[in-house]
């Protein structure tokens, strides 16, 4: 009997053999995850976050299951922060979901249970679990050019009324580059010259240019277009990776589609996991309704993306002197946690065999994955592996 419960081979959709696996080197270097670390190699808890858990110990609240859209209040704080205090709340509902992960889930099955193999395209390349969460909710997937922006924009330009599209709001993952403001516009003006609905992806608002700046192209879709999507995730910016802590928002034309949708949002809800996990809302709420909080997030959010920063000048000011000036250049252009090496999966198998450097082999690695002592080291890895030579560059 329980033969027939035992599935298939099937490969993992996650492969952890990405990571350090068996490789014991002391100099080993993990820029594969996307986790946010310090000068130390850690992951700490962020000081308005560990001061919010306090206060809410302190106040020992209840258990209490809440509803099935979670907690409004973070729901509150997530329209203001996202949409900006003058933005167009009265257009949006909002649901706490499971993470970023969630929101994406649970909007990929309100697109489905709506309108049942709607098209979504995504960039190419694309945040690796974009393709499987949307074809799990039954979705179709295709692809627009994302490094090229001109193709990108003739790639869409083929988007039909009923389709969505999927856009990274800030700091694209994998690739670390955005659209220019410009490609905004073209982007914004497609969308209501076509139809299409822009369903926009935010988990890394805060860690580029400034948490404003972020999601100053999210706001200005969500003055141009009628309809649209945003799946939150406050793993990053507010480094509650395990807390699972996000939120879905569908802006729409009416007060009854926006009645339908949150309905629809929440029934998804209800079959998957019916009620979203209490503690990261709690904490995010009550660093956002609190001012001293708030500017402690704010603060340390802005030394998070300046540290991020300097780690990506040193290295490409590393590049420089070695004389790869071209490859320095194309990194000097990518903003947030991602870079993308301008290196071939060979290259990024190389670069770990040889240097014990691990990204991903598509070239992404974790720009805040490194103390900025060891940029030399990456930057002699890569012009290394560039020139294939060995491991002589290494010290
Ligand atoms: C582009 C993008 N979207 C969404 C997520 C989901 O993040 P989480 O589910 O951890 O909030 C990630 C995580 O790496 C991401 O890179």
Same mark, same amino acid.
């Given at each position: 009997m329980l033969e027939l419960l035992l599935p298939p081979p099937v490969d993992p959709l996650w492969d952890l053999t990405e990571a350090f696996g068996a490789d014991t080197r002391p100099e080993r /270097?993990?820029?594969? &995850? !996307?986790?946010? %670390?310090?000068?130390?190699?850690?992951?700490?808890?962020?000081?308005?976050?560990? @001061?919010?858990?306090?206060?809410?110990?302190?106040?020992?609240?209840?258990?209490?299951?809440?509803? /099935?859209?979670?907690? &409004? !209040?973070?729901? %509150?704080?997530?329209?203001?922060?996202?949409?900006?205090?003058?933005?167009?709340? @009265?257009?949006?509902?909002?649901?706490?979901?499971?993470?970023?992960?969630?929101?994406?889930?649970? /909007?990929?099955?309100?697109?489905?249970?709506? %309108?049942?193999?709607?098209t979504v395209w995504i960039s190419d390349p694309a945040y690796v679990n974009h393709r499987p969460i949307l074809e799990a909710a039954g979705l179709t997937v295709r692809t627009y050019r994302w490094l090229d922006q001109d193709g990108m924009l003739d790639d869409l330009a083929r988007a039909r009324r009923d389709d969505v599209v999927l856009l990274q709001g800030c700091c694209h993952n994998p690739t670390g580059v955005d659209?220019?403001?410009d490609a905004w516009e073209a982007l914004a003006g497609l969308a209501v010259r076509d139809g299409w609905v822009p369903f926009v992806d935010l988990a890394y608002h805060g860690l580029g240019d400034g948490l404003e700046a972020d999601l100053a192209a999210t706001r200005k879709l969500a003055e141009r277009v009628p309809e649209m999507l945003l799946a939150i995730s406050c793993s990053k910016n507010f480094g509650l990776y395990s807390d699972r802590t996000g939120c879905a928002v569908v802006l729409g034309a009416s007060r009854e589609s926006l009645r339908h949708a949150e309905t629809a949002l929440q029934n998804a809800a209800r079959t998957q996991y019916s009620m979203p996990p209490e503690h990261g809302a709690a904490v995010v709420t009550a660093i956002w309704e609190d001012p001293g909080l708030q500017a402690s997030w704010r603060s340390e959010l802005d030394a998070m993306r300046e540290r991020i920063s300097a780690n990506r000048r040193a290295l490409v000011e590393q590049l420089c002197a070695l004389g790869r000036d071209a490859e320095a250049a194309s990194l000097a252009r990518q903003k947030g946690m991602f870079s993308m090496l301008p290196l071939s999966p060979e290259q990024m198998l190389r670069l770990r065999g040889t240097f014990a450097i691990y990204g991903t082999t598509a070239g992404r690695v974790n720009i805040a994955g490194i103390g900025l002592e060891r940029i030399p080291c990456l930057a002699r890895g890569i012009a290394g592996v560039l020139e294939d030579r060995g491991a002589a560059l290494v010290r």
């Open positions: /270097l993990n820029l594969v &995850l !996307g986790v946010y %670390r310090d000068e130390s190699g850690g992951t700490p808890v962020m000081a308005a976050v560990r @001061e919010a858990e306090i206060r809410l110990a302190e106040r020992s609240a209840s258990k209490e299951y809440r509803g /099935l859209s979670g907690n &409004l !209040g973070f729901n %509150r704080a997530m329209l203001s922060m996202v949409l900006g205090p003058d933005g167009p709340v @009265e257009r949006a509902v909002a649901v706490q979901t499971v993470a970023g992960s969630g929101a994406l889930r649970l /909007l990929a099955d309100l697109i489905c249970r709506t %309108r049942p193999g709607t659209p220019t403001p």
